[in-house]
């Protein structure tokens, strides 16, 4: 089946430091990539749509500035958290969506990030 | 809003069946999963109604009526490792399409 991966698996970062997180689609082409957040013991939350080559579709109270996302190819989404702080601290998962498959989301592992 | 319910924590034993129920919004809705999701881990996917009815895949099935707004997750012989949380998840349709709305998740404790 297709397959998401995404590094690092967790972080630990000192509060103001900036902190990338890849999401990599393996063996298809996924045209929408999805970041969701999770603090402990609720449940996901979108924080934003991004599709190859155009600019990532925020949801509402999401900082843009804040978390900067790169849809560069087909396989890989890039999500951004700059000057992070403590309270950014979470578990941040995406999906991919595969181009050949309209209904399809395939979850990635997850990067816990904690921040100092 | 999209309030997706379903209750908070359920516990069966081991073997038994367990039914958990979801109710969403009906408009805008395009279609509704199923995950489950243990403890630390990313959700993995459980089956995906569109039309109204029931849909088995091995132990488990789920069930789907439209026009109620109502869904609901059966698991058979229960197993310890069905311990987990499972998520109802509303897909919206236009512009919202694609994207998941999850519910809060029912977390299932399964004891011997």
């Known amino acids: 089946g297709a397959v998401v991966s995404q590094h690092p698996s967790w972080v630990i970062c000192k509060s103001g430091t900036s902190v990338k997180i890849e999401c990599r689609s393996l063996d298809f082409q996924a045209t929408t990539m999805f970041w969701y957040r999770q603090f402990p013991k609720q449940s996901l939350m979108l924080m934003a749509t991004?599709?190859?080559?155009?600019?990532?579709?925020?949801e509402q109270g999401v900082e843009k500035d804040k978390f900067l996302i790169n849809h560069a190819s087909l396989t890989l989404s890039t999500l951004t958290v700059t000057s992070a702080h403590p309270e950014d601290s979470s578990f941040y998962i995406c999906s991919a969506r595969d181009r050949d498959e309209h209904r399809s989301q395939y979850f990635g592992p997850g990067t816990r990030l904690t921040v100092l | 809003g999209q309030n997706i319910d379903q209750p908070t924590e359920m516990t069966a034993t081991e073997g038994a069946i367990v039914q958990i129920n979801c109710t969403y919004q009906?408009?805008?809705?395009?279609?509704l999963f199923w995950y489950q999701q243990h403890a630390g881990e990313a959700p993995t996917f459980l089956s995906y109604n569109v039309l109204d009815g029931l849909e088995e895949k091995g132990r488990f099935s789920s069930f789907l009526s439209r026009s109620k707004g109502y869904s609901y997750l059966l698991l058979k012989e229960l197993q310890m490792k069905d311990s987990a949380s499972y998520l109802c998840?509303?897909?919206?349709?236009?512009?919202?399409?694609?994207?998941?709305?999850f519910g809060k998740g029912t977390k299932l404790s399964v004891k011997p």
């Open positions: 991004s599709n190859e080559g155009s600019k990532a579709t925020y």
């Open positions: 009906t408009s805008g809705f395009n279609g």
């Open positions: 998840v509303r897909e919206g349709y236009g512009g919202s399409q694609g994207n998941l709305i």
